[in-house]
């Protein structure tokens, strides 16, 4: 069984730029979480979607949004990029609320 | 406020010599407790799921047990490669989101 994957494994974008970010779920899981892992942090939940809906997001400005599509792969997009917006984004899916998350390998994202 | 707060923060054993790391947590009804292991540049890879006080879930050299109050994961005969940052996480019964621990950085000395 494939696991969680997500593209680009890193990119690299200067400030003021958009980035995109992109997550494949595992098969048959219908919800998909991101998160922020900066250098040395903790995970920080950024946006939970379950079926085509947003159904949380986590402390962050509206400039960080995304979006999930029929097939149940979701995208990213972060705005006007600063530079503490570098970090590791990670992307988890789960098969119903309330069970485990399964987690990709991340997106490096370098703002410089 | 809910809160999970894992300790401790880095754990240096030699090969072979067992040890715990603890992961204790204030939430208003728990729906369920999570263990993950990260290992660096790659996301947590999902270990167990605990849901009620006295459960206890075992996975190779591993052993996880919850109480009331905290979870530990118990580390038997450890080697090398059990050398990750562990990370908990707990989910309230009002809703969803997980609320994570910091994690411990194991370190197994051969």
């Known amino acids: 069984e494939a696991g969680v994957t997500q593209s680009p494994t890193h990119l690299i974008k200067t400030r003021g730029q958009q980035a995109t970010l992109r997550c494949s779920p595992i098969?048959?899981?219908?919800?998909v979480y991101w998160y922020q892992q900066a250098l040395g942090l903790g995970l920080q939940f950024l946006l939970w979607y379950d079926e085509g809906e947003e159904r949380n997001r986590g402390n962050f400005p509206p400039r960080f949004s995304g979006r999930q599509f029929p097939n149940y792969s979701s995208e990213l997009n972060v705005n006007a990029l600063e530079l503490e917006d570098s970090a590791l984004y990670l992307c988890?899916?789960?098969?119903?609320?309330?069970?485990?998350?399964?987690f990709g390998d991340g997106t490096r994202l370098s703002i410089l | 406020e809910d809160q999970v707060t894992q300790s401790p923060e880095a754990l240096r054993l030699q090969e072979g010599e067992s040890s715990s790391l603890n992961c204790s947590y204030t939430v208003s009804g728990l729906r369920g407790l999570f263990w993950y292991r990260q290992d660096p540049g790659k996301g947590p890879e999902f270990l167990f799921t605990l849901y009620s006080a006295g459960e206890e879930k075992e996975k190779e050299r591993l052993k996880a047990t919850l109480t009331k109050k905290e979870s530990f994961l118990h580390i038997t005969a450890p080697k090398p490669e059990d050398s990750a940052t562990y990370l908990c996480?707990?989910?309230?019964?009002?809703?969803?989101?997980?609320?994570w621990g910091a994690g411990t950085k194991l370190i197994i000395k051969p």
């Open positions: 098969s048959g899981h219908t919800s």
């Open positions: 996480a707990v989910q309230a019964l009002r809703n969803y989101q997980l609320i």
């Open positions: 988890a899916s789960s098969s119903g609320r309330g069970q485990p998350q399964h």
